[in-house]
C-alpha cells in the first residue's frame, strides 16, 4: 500500500541551530514528493517538491530536503532555526498515474526555542 | 491575486442536520480537492475535480458526501445528516493545471462541529 511516515510527532531545536524533520514514503512507482507547512490559524503552505534530478531540493524560508531512493526517505532540513520556523510540517507523496491521489503523512510538530 | 478562500470558517450543526461547505478556488485553477483533517492528524483526501468533472471521489466516506462544481470555479461540498464523527476541519485545495507535479494552494479551512 502507498504510504507516508513522519515517525516524529514533535521536534524541539533551539534557535540557531541546524534541524530535520524526518519523512519515509513506501510507494511503487516513481514518486512526487513535497513538504507543506500549516501555521496556527493558517492554510497548509507549500514548501518545495521533488520531481526528478538533483536529489537536494531549495525551497521556501531558507529549507532544502534531501531525496534518498535507496532509503526511500525525503528529509527536510534548514542549516539554522528561527523561532518563526515553530510549526506543523506535513510531508505528501503523489503519483505521476494519478493527478488526484496526494498522500500526506500525519505531521510534525516543530517547537523551536529562543 | 486572491488566494482559497472558504466559508463559513466555523460551524457548529446539530446531529441530523445537513451542512454545505463553499470553497472559492484560485481563478483560473484547473484542478480543485477537498480534505478532511482530524485533530492532530494529516489531510485526508476526499475528492477531486478537474473543471466541473468529478474525477475522483473515492474518498468521501459515505454516500452523504457529496461534492459539487458546477461551472468549473466554486466548489460546495455537502454533508447530509451529520453524524459526530463527521467533526474535523474541511480543507480546499486548487492547483493550476491538474497535474501530479503542481504544488497545491490551500484555503483555511472550514471547522466543523457536530453535536
Known amino acids: 500500500a502507498q504510504s507516508v511516515a513522519q515517525p516524529e510527532d514533535q521536534v524541539n531545536v533551539a534557535e540557531g541551530n541546524p534541524l530535520t524533520v524526518k519523512c519515509t514514503y513506501s510507494v511503487s512507482g516513481n514518486p512526487y514528493l513535497f513538504w507543506y507547512v500549516q501555521y496556527p490559524n493558517r492554510g497548509l503552505q507549500f514548501l518545495l517538491k521533488?520531481?526528478?534530478?538533483?536529489?537536494l531540493v531549495k525551497g521556501s524560508y531558507g529549507f532544502e530536503a534531501e531525496f534518498n531512493k535507496s532509503q526511500t526517505s525525503f528529509h527536510l532540513k534548514k542549516p539554522s532555526a528561527l523561532v518563526s520556523d515553530s510549526a506543523l510540517y506535513f510531508c505528501?507523496?503523489?503519483?505521476?498515474?494519478?493527478?488526484?491521489?496526494?498522500?500526506f503523512g500525519s505531521g510534525t510538530r516543530l517547537s523551536i526555542r529562543p | 491575486g486572491a488566494g482559497v478562500s472558504q466559508s463559513p470558517r466555523y460551524k457548529v450543526a446539530k446531529r441530523g442536520q445537513d451542512v454545505a461547505l463553499r470553497c472559492d478556488p484560485i481563478s483560473g485553477h484547473v484542478s480543485l480537492f477537498w480534505y478532511q483533517q482530524a485533530l492532530g492528524q494529516g489531510p485526508e483526501f476526499l475528492t477531486y475535480?478537474?473543471?466541473?468533472?468529478?474525477?475522483?471521489k473515492s474518498g468521501l466516506p459515505s454516500d452523504r458526501f457529496f461534492a459539487e462544481r458546477p461551472e468549473g470555479s466554486v466548489s460546495t461540498l455537502k454533508i447530509q445528516r451529520t453524524q459526530q464523527e463527521d467533526s474535523a476541519v474541511y480543507l480546499c485545495?486548487?492547483?493550476?493545471?491538474?497535474?501530479?507535479?503542481?504544488?497545491?494552494?490551500f484555503g483555511p479551512g472550514t471547522r466543523l462541529t457536530v453535536t
Open positions: 521533488y520531481i526528478t534530478g538533483d536529489n
Open positions: 505528501a507523496v503523489s503519483f505521476y498515474s494519478s493527478a488526484s491521489k496526494i498522500i
Open positions: 475535480f478537474q473543471n466541473e468533472a468529478q474525477l475522483d
Open positions: 485545495a486548487s492547483s493550476s493545471q491538474g497535474l501530479a507535479v503542481d504544488e497545491q494552494y
